[in-house]
Antibody, heavy 116, light 107 residues
């Protein structure tokens, strides 16, 4: 079955770059869209952006200047980089598969805290 | 961007009762691309409904979605113990994708 697992540091310092990887099993990352979504404490879910395996990306305009999403088909994984982080970027980060633009399978999420 | 407003924020019900959850959009959602998700603590969100009214694979028929344009509803006809969770609506018809604030269904 389709499984997604987020991994990366749970603590990042302000002004540094947050880096996360989503390892996908049970399906090839080819032929689907792959998204990152986050939820800060007490706030609603926020779509960060997505990537098609070919490398085509789409980002939320609110984060576009700081975000890069990339994919590695040889490892069947995709990644998120968010630069110049502040405490407002503290959130549970989810990766998900998109059937088109519809997120249909999600990882369990990983908490990333931005603090010195 | 399309803003989604869910109501009520919390729904207190008993097993066997009917739950009606609302999601209202700030503008019409293209192609009624509205989805509903269930999330339980520590678990991945689970897709329930897509395209406003189509059930995802494995979702029981006591859950149903309806609506079009700007007003959508998720109905759980008879609550089972496993249905007590937080539910989110999400639109995927217009970028950026956006989510509602969630409705908690509690006992």
């Amino acid at each position: 079955q389709v499984q997604l697992q987020e991994s990366g540091p749970g603590l990042v310092k302000p002004s540094e770059t947050l880096s996360l990887t989503c390892t996908v099993s049970g399906v090839s990352i080819r032929d689907y869209y792959w998204s990152w979504i986050r939820q800060p404490p007490g706030k609603r879910l926020e779509w960060i952006g997505n990537i098609y395996y070919s490398g085509s990306t789409n980002y939320n305009p609110s984060l576009q200047s700081r975000v890069t999403i990339s994919a590695d088909t040889s490892k069947n994984e995709f990644s998120l980089k968010l630069g110049s982080v502040t405490p407002a970027d503290t959130a549970v980060y989810y990766c998900s598969r998109g059937a088109g633009w519809l997120p249909d399978y999600w990882g369990q999420g990983t908490l990333v805290t931005v603090s010195s | 961007e399309i803003v989604l407003t869910q109501s009520p924020g919390t729904l207190s019900l008993s097993p066997g009762e009917r739950a009606t959850l609302s999601c209202r959009a700030s503008q019409s959602i293209p192609s009624n691309y509205l989805a509903w998700y269930q999330r339980k603590a520590g678990q991945a969100p689970r897709l329930l409904i897509y395209g406003a009214s189509s059930r995802a694979a494995g979702i029981p028929d006591r859950l149903s979605g309806s609506g079009s344009g700007t007003d959508f509803t998720l109905t759980i006809s008879r609550l089972e113990p496993e249905d007590f969770a937080v539910y989110y609506c999400q639109q995927y018809g217009s970028s950026p994708l956006t989510f509602g604030g969630g409705t908690k269904v509690e006992i």
